[in-house]
Every structure is written in structure tokens, then in C-alpha cells.
């Protein structure tokens, strides 16, 4: 039998006007900005007229380690949310906007699955409010402003082979990693070797996702590091005096948008920092703006719990004071599979032992969230149709045997009604206390925080620093930005900086390549092993199965 795809099951749903989902977050329609029927922007000012009202509670959703096609978070997520809808609660769900890259690439579609959808899901995958162009086009100001102020006499005495700043576009475009550009004579530019990263790579896209509002914004983007000076001193954005404009391209974007998911919950999606190479959340306004609207907030972070939680924790959570009340750790039989020796073409196929042989991986995740992040978590099961009952146990008993309940969520079947006894036991975790604690501190030293997430979360024998990332180290130390918090930028597929050493891996080293400071973000980068901060598309793209007919009705997303 032939299931609806994403974008058939979206286009058979009703939508109601935006007005009135925001009428269910207590807004009129001069509170917001409409964008069409169906979307619109929030006003970032609500937060100081709301500023006295209680929060409401946060619940983390996150995964165990991912195959490449990823294990349904943003569908849990969804399927959570309109579950806690179902049973009459106050619920908001705050997720990140998806990238063309993976869109275009290997995803088809970020908008959640099946029956649990944020809508209207073309626009959602394609555009959407120009939030990611606003940044690209931010980004690229600024690169603008680099080169001509080096053609122009280069007064900051810039040093051309120190250029930290690339330019980006929100594409999987390998061809423009490493380019070299000012060609063709002195009109041109100044030759120079450069490249691109990924829009959702820039450190515009995580200043707008960790900023507090336009002053704040401004203020972090003139702070930003992009190079440094023949004598090496750091030279910054407000050097070359690109804040004000910068921030003007991004008066909108930094505006959370308001949309809603097929069950008519109300769902604010906002930035989408990729966590392998960022800090994988969605934006502080967005999430605290949701916490103001709504009793339960249910918000995702990216990846694996390894990567996505432990940046909420210790960026996020750190830089905006706020903290989960509870976490659903999504897991898929299979993913354990995978990690159970599996190869990815027969994951479709019953095998017990397989599951039982990756459990160790979800265990890890566990271990995490419960010891090293000191919260209360439920394991959610996301049903695909050829799990077996027998898998689907496997998983349910080795949770109970570490105390942790695990139940099946078949929200990408059935929606909201499918999530109904995760929602009742998210419900119950989040009423318990819990140990909410930092990886790491303030205080500790650059390499002290970068060993303890290494050793605590990856589980890690320790981390060795290249010569170039020495060198590194010693210069942001002597800058004075010891304080920072770390993004590690690590492959997805492992807990390792190995993607190819699967389950719960040990007796390995985390390598450290070299180090950047994302000063105008608030935290410094670590480059682990082959990681690429501009992906490439696969061989057979997401791209190539997209289509449009003289109608305008697309085809292709799932």
C-alpha cells in the first residue's frame, strides 16, 4: 500500500488564518506582522510587556546519533506538541527554520513528517520569510566592506592572509570552499586565496539566535573577530564600522515567525544553526518568546544529544538563563540497528540482536542527559513501519532496566493522537526535580572545557591539539577570551570526530584541527577531524526528485 508523502498529506489539510493561531497565544492581528494568510512575524517588544508573566515549561526534545537521513526529531517534536494539544494543554512549539542545503540535498524537507507537520510546509522548506537570505546578505556586506577596505589603502593595516571572514550562500556547494577571487587587475580587488561557507554556518546566523534584541544585536556584531592585522591585533566588524548597516538588513529577520502545525498548534520557527558545525537551536527571542505564550514549550535541538543538547546546555541555556524541565530523547530501532553492526540497507529487516548490540549508544545518550546534564528524560520510540514488536520491546526493556521509561511514538502515522502517552509521561517529568547542571564552567580554562566535553559527553580518552590549534590557543587565551563558551564542530555520525566508529565507541582521542572565536556570538569554535563548514550535495540530490507544474503546485518535498 502507498503512503501520502510530507507535501501530499500538507496539501490535504485545511489551514486556518494566522490570526487565529495567534488569538490562541493571546495576540490581535496589530500584534503581528501578517506575511501572507498563513505566516507571520512576532514582535520582539512582547517580551518586555510580558516580562512579569511566569514561564511556562521547556521540554528539550534531542536523539541518539543519527543515520544521515536523521531519526525524526522535528516530527516528535511536532507530534509531541499537538499530543499536549490533544489533552487540552496550553502548548507552543519553537523549532529552527530549515536550510536550502539539506532541503536541496538529502532531506527533501525540514518540516516535520507525515501527520505531524508544521504549515504551510513549501513555504516553510523553500524561503519562507527571507530570514536566511537577510543573513546571507548580512554576511556578505560585511565581506564586501573587508575587500574594499584593503582595495582603498587598507588603513587597519589588515593582513590579507588572516582573513578569518568568508562569505556564504545557503547552499551544499562544495565547488566554493576554497577559491581565490580579486582576479584580473587592480579595478578587481586585491587577489587573495577565500571561500564559502553554508549560510547556517555564519556567525550571523548564531549572533541573531543568541541576541536579545536590536541593541544587543548591533552590539554583538560589532564585536565580531574577521581577521587580524600584520601586527596581530584583531581587527573587528566595528573597525570597519559595518554594524549599523548590517543590522539593518536584519531588522526583520531577527522577527520570530509564526506559523502552525496541521493540528492547528501554534508553532514559532526562528534561525537554524546546523549543530555540527554551529550551535543547532533555535533562536533565544523565539524560545522565550514561546515560554511567555505557553504553559508547555517544546523545542528541538540538533542532532544527537552529543552535539544539539549539549550546545543548548552550555551555549544556549548559559547565555539566555533559562533550562529544560525535561528532555525526550528520540530514538529509532533503525539507528540502533546501525550501530549494531547493521548495513544501512537492511535496516528495514527484523533483527533483535542488532538492536540489543547498538544499545549501548542510546545508554551514552542517556547517561548524558540524566548524569551529565542532571535532567529528567523519557526515551521516545519513533515508529517506522517496519520496526517489530519484538525490536520496539528490546528497546522498552533496556530502558526499564536503568529506570528510564521508553514509549512508542507513532506521530508521523497518527499525529498528535499517536504521542498521546509520551505527552502523559513528558507531563509527569517535568513536575520532578532535577540536578540541572553546566558541562563545564565559566571559569575553566579553554582546553579544561574542550577535555570535558570530550571525556564526559563523547567519552573520550582525551583531546590532542594540532600545532596550528596550539597556536591558537594561546592566542585567544592572550586575547582575553578564556570565558567563552566551546561549539564543537564534529561529525554527526559518531560520538567520535570518526563517523565511521559507531554505537559507543572507546579508546579514542578527540582531535582539535584548529580553533576560531565567534567573539559577536559568544563563543569560540573547535574544528574537529574532516568536518566541512559548506557541505556537499550527495550523488543523486534531494534536488533532482523536486518539481513545479504551470499551477505553482510543487512535488517532491517529503
Known sequence: MNMASDIEIAKQNKMVPITDIAEKIGLDQDSIDLYGSYKAKLDIHE??????????????????????????KTTTSVGLADALHAQNENVVVA????????????????????????????????????????????????????????????VLDIDNRRITWKRVVDMNDRQLRYIVNGLNGKTNGVPRE?????????????????????DDLKERIKRIVIGYSRAGEPITAGDLKAEGAMT??????????????????????????????????????????????ADYVVTEAGFGA????????????????????????????????????????????????????????????IENVRDNYGLPLV??????????????EAVKQACAEVGVDAVLADVW??????????????????????????????????????????????????????????KELKTLSDMGFNNLPICVAKTQYSFSDNKELLCRPEGFRITIRNLKVSAGAGFIVALTGAIMTMPGLPKAPAAERIDIDSEGEITGLF
Open 47 to 72: 517580551l518586555d510587556r510580558l516580562k512579569d508573566k511566569p514561564d511556562g515549561k521547556l521540554i528539550l526534545v534531542t536523539a541518539i546519533t543519527p543515520t544521515a537521513a536523521g531519526e525524526g
Open 95 to 154: 523549532l529552527r527554520e530549515p536550510s536550502l542545503g539539506p532541503v536541496f540535498g538529502v532531506k527533501g524537507g525540514a518540516a516535520g513528517g507525515g501527520h505531524s507537520q508544521v504549515v504551510p510546509m513549501e513555504d516553510i522548506n523553500l524561503h519562507f520569510t527571507g530570514d536566511f537570505h537577510a543573513i546571507g546578505a548580512a554576511n556578505n556586506l560585511l565581506a564586501a566592506m573587508i575587500d574594499n577596505h584593503i582595495h582603498h589603502g587598507n
Open 194 to 214: 577565500d571561500g564559502y561557507d553554508i549560510t547556517v554556518a555564519s556567525e550571523i546566523m548564531a549572533i541573531l539566535c543568541l541576541s536579545n534584541g536590536l
Open 248 to 293: 539593518a538588513l536584519l531588522k526583520d529577520a531577527i522577527r520570530p515567525n509564526l506559523v502552525q502545525t496541521l493540528a492547528k498548534t501554534p508553532a514559532i520557527i526562528h534561525g537554524g544553526p546546523f549543530a555540527n558545525i554551529a550551535h543547532g537551536c533555535n533562536s533565544v527571542i523565539a524560545t522565550k518568546l514561546a515560554l511567555k505564550y
Open 306 to 365: 552529543d552535539l544539539g543538547a549539549e550546545k543548548f546546555i552550555d551555549i544556549k541555556c548559559r547565555n539566555a538563563g533559562i533550562q529544560p524541565d525535561a528532555v525526550v530523547l528520540v530514538a529509532t530501532i533503525r539507528a540502533l540497528k546501525l550501530h549494531g553492526g547493521v548495513d544501512k540497507d537492511a535496516l528495514g529487516s527484523e533483527n533483535v540482536a542488532a538492536v540489543k548490540k547498538g544499545m549501548p549508544n542510546l545508554m551514552k545518550h
Open 379 to 392: 526515551v521516545a520510540i519513533n515508529k517506522f513501519p517496519t520496526d517489530s514488536e519484538e525490536e520496539i
Open 413 to 470: 502515522a497518527k499525529g498528535g493522537q499517536g504521542g498521546l502517552e509520551l505527552a502523559t509521561k513528558v507531563k509527569e517529568n517535568v513536575e520532578k526535580d532535577n540536578n540541572f547542571h553546566y558541562v563545564y564552567e565559566d571559569e575553566d580554562s579553554i582546553e579544561e572545557k574542550i577535555n570535558k566535553i570530550a571525556t564526559k559527553i563523547y567519552g573520550a580518552d582525551g583531546v590532542d591539539f594540532s600545532d596550528e590549534a596550539q
